[in-house]
């Protein structure tokens, strides 16, 4: 059950150029995903220009050992003098480009895996779906220490080989889901029609199923980024994998192994931890927005108080009632 | 039960894959995986040590591939994970029997709070939607997204450094005796207090959020509203609601599993917790990788065990389960 609500009554009125662009983009309109954006932007700016903006090279050591943030060093120094605030921006390209790359490569891996089984059915279907759910219930992170361990150093160093690791631990969740959402678009009424009118298959999975999969396909690409960052992260900081190289798990490494926490220099290991979980966040703000897109019961957390009451909505929303927001059908 | 049959069918097949990948892993990386680590130890590894490895790995080239390979799975009948390099001459399973209980109750307790607290609490947010309750969704993604060591090493600061209140390393009082007595008892729980807290608060918003997504979407069920319409008690309504909303919860606790306990044995090495991951850190340190992979096999056993408590449970829960054959 639900009450069609006026969407100018929704619109929130000192926004006016923002709502305008997220309605012709088809998002909602909640601060939510516009933060995630926002803060996801700003990473992807720092890891292409980070490097550049860096005042220091990051791996220089000076007399200036661990100091608080300063006006010369805004994050502070190393226990070896090294700029802390250098190493961040260094390190975000290398961070930001693994995560996105084992989540575009794991995703690519769970639409074919997902589709297929979903499409084709049958036995297909029960091989791919057992070796879905497998990688599911392995525990990734010793598998990959396990992988990285035997890599040859050489490789090991090169962060495309480390992402396409991750990435092969990353897929199963999202084949799951773009199975069985496959699973129940096989039979709708224009896929039947599709096949009646004796498309090849190729055509009905690029131009009928795929693209009401877009939502779900950017949802658990997202949520791979997240999970690829996070596992790099943690690969880097138990230094599985090469910390001469700067990323924030690195710079976590050593500081760690530094024993930066027992000598209280806060400074040096809270940036790139905050740095990796606002970008986590950002991923998973921007994740919900999907999520409210694909299922609007879930947008009525949007409401304030005060747009329900201006809604003519009941003070607390009661059962069986759910306010769906304005301009998706 | 053939729904809990299929269950333990699938477990086999993963233990079994596991268990495969394990041994030819060390045969399908780039290169003699014995070279690598020995340019890797950088000197540290003796011929002798080498000659064992290569024997170990089944890289001594004195059987076919598939003789070593049915012989490791006689080997591991016999509870043989072979000989750490870093704890010579102890048996690796002998280290991980050493370490796994503390895992095991450390990771356990800390997930059935999680579990539970979460899913209360996201029972209780979708039922006061709309309400400042709705804030608890963006801070507990803010701590999902917070890496559990970078957490972990703020709770030590803080709680272990600066304020002294809980042990900053071990399991136990040095001066102890492992035992049930009460103070060891008292003892193990002090320490074990921040790295508990550490794997609760990171993962607990993955309860909130799909046991609050889940209600949302059961509380417009018909008969959630009869039983508001007739007059129930708020209370008991919610409890309607939620029995049928935890379902989707119980079976996704496999999928979260695997990154609940990746999570823990990094909070353990920051807390120094004499568990499975402190294990594991020693281990990459100093390249013992019959030591890695013995954990590998340890931890995805525990994870498959737990996954089958939670099929026998979502069986006793769910009686569609337990109706199809």
Not at chain 1, 293 to 313: C, D, H, Y
Request: net charge neutral.
């Amino acid at each position: 059950m639900s009450v069609d609500v006026d969407p100018e009554l929704i619109a929130l009125p000192d926004e006016p150029v923002v709502a305008v662009r997220a309605s012709r983009l088809r998002l909602p309109r909640s601060p939510k995903i516009l933060i995630g954006f926002a803060l996801l932007v700003l990473f992807l700016l720092l890891a292409v220009l980070g490097p550049i903006l860096a005042p220091h090279d990051p791996s220089a050591t000076t007399a200036d050992l661990l100091q608080p943030p300063s006006g010369a060093h805004w994050l502070g120094t190393t226990q070896s003098g090294q700029d802390v605030f250098s190493q961040l921006l260094v390190g975000a390209r290398s961070t930001v480009l693994i995560g996105f790359l084992a989540g575009a490569t794991a995703t690519a891996l769970s639409i074919v895996v997902g589709v297929t089984a979903g499409f084709v059915g049958g036995l297909v279907d029960d091989i791919l779906s057992l070796v879905t759910n497998v990688f599911l219930v392995i525990p990734a992170l010793p598998l990959l220490i396990v992988m990285a361990a035997y890599l040859p150093q050489s490789t090991s160093s090169n962060p495309v080989v480390i992402g396409l690791i991750i990435s092969l631990t990353g897929w199963a969740w999202g084949a799951r889901v773009l199975r069985a959402q496959t699973l129940s678009m096989r039979r709708r009424d224009f896929v039947e029609s599709a096949r009646v009118i004796g498309e090849p298959r190729w055509r009905i999975i690029g131009h009928e199923i795929l693209p009401n999969l877009a939502a779900i396909v950017m949802s658990s690409f997202l949520f791979t980024v997240l999970y690829a960052i996070g596992t790099f992260v943690a690969l880097a900081f138990l230094g599985v994998v090469d910390v001469s190289h700067w990323s924030w798990g690195s710079m976590l490494f050593w500081a760690e192994s530094l024993n930066a926490a027992q000598v209280n220099a806060w400074w040096w290991f809270f940036p790139p931890g905050l740095a990796i979980a606002l970008l986590g966040t950002s991923l998973a703000l921007v994740n919900f927005g999907i999520d409210e897109f694909i299922n609007p019961r879930l947008r009525a957390a949007g409401l304030s108080r005060k747009v329900a009451r201006r809604a003519g909505l009941p003070r607390r929303a009661k059962l069986g009632l759910t306010p769906v927001l304005g301009g998706h059908r | 039960m053939p729904h809990l049959l299929r269950r333990l069918a699938f477990y086999l097949v993963t233990a079994w894959a596991a268990i495969t990948v394990n041994f030819f892993l060390p045969h399908l990386m780039p290169g003699d995986p014995v070279q690598n680590l020995v340019a890797r130890s950088e000197g540290k590894l003796s011929p002798q040590a080498v000659d064992a490895l290569r024997v170990q790995l089944g890289l001594s080239g004195h059987q076919s591939l598939w003789g070593d390979y049915f012989r490791y799975w006689g080997q591991l009948f016999h509870g043989n994970l072979g000989l750490s390099t870093s704890f010579y001459p102890a048996q690796v399973s002998t280290v991980l029997s050493a370490a796994l209980p503390w895992t095991l109750i450390l990771v356990g307790t800390a997930t059935v709070i999680s579990f539970v607290v979460g899913t209360l609490a996201g029972a209780l947010v979708a039922w006061r939607r709309g309400s400042w309750l709705d804030g608890v969704l963006p801070v507990s993604t803010f701590f999902q997204a917070v890496p559990y060591f970078f957490f972990a090493l703020v709770l030590l600061i803080f709680f272990g450094n600066d304020l002294g209140w809980f042990p900053i390393a071990g399991g136990f009082d040095q001066g102890m005796s492992p035992g049930l007595s009460l103070p060891f008892v008292g003892s193990v729980i002090q320490h074990g207090f921040l790295p508990a807290v550490t794997i609760v608060a990171s993962s607990i918003a993955g309860w909130i959020l799909s046991m609050r997504n889940m209600m949302v979407t059961t509380m417009d069920e018909d008969y959630v509203l009869v039983a508001e319409a007739k007059g129930l008690p708020g209370r008991q309504v919610v409890g309607y609601a939620a029995r049928n909303a935890i379902l989707p919860s119980v079976s996704s606790f496999s999928l979260s599993l695997s990154f609940v306990v990746s999570g823990a044995l990094l909070t353990e090495i920051v807390f120094s917790y004499p568990g499975i991951g402190f294990q594991l850190l020693q281990a990459v340190q100093s390249e013992d990788f019959p030591l890695l992979q013995g954990i590998f096999l340890i931890i995805t056993f525990a994870v498959l065990a737990a996954n089958l408590v939670a099929d026998l449970v979502y069986t006793l829960l769910d009686p569609r389960t337990r109706q199809e054959a």
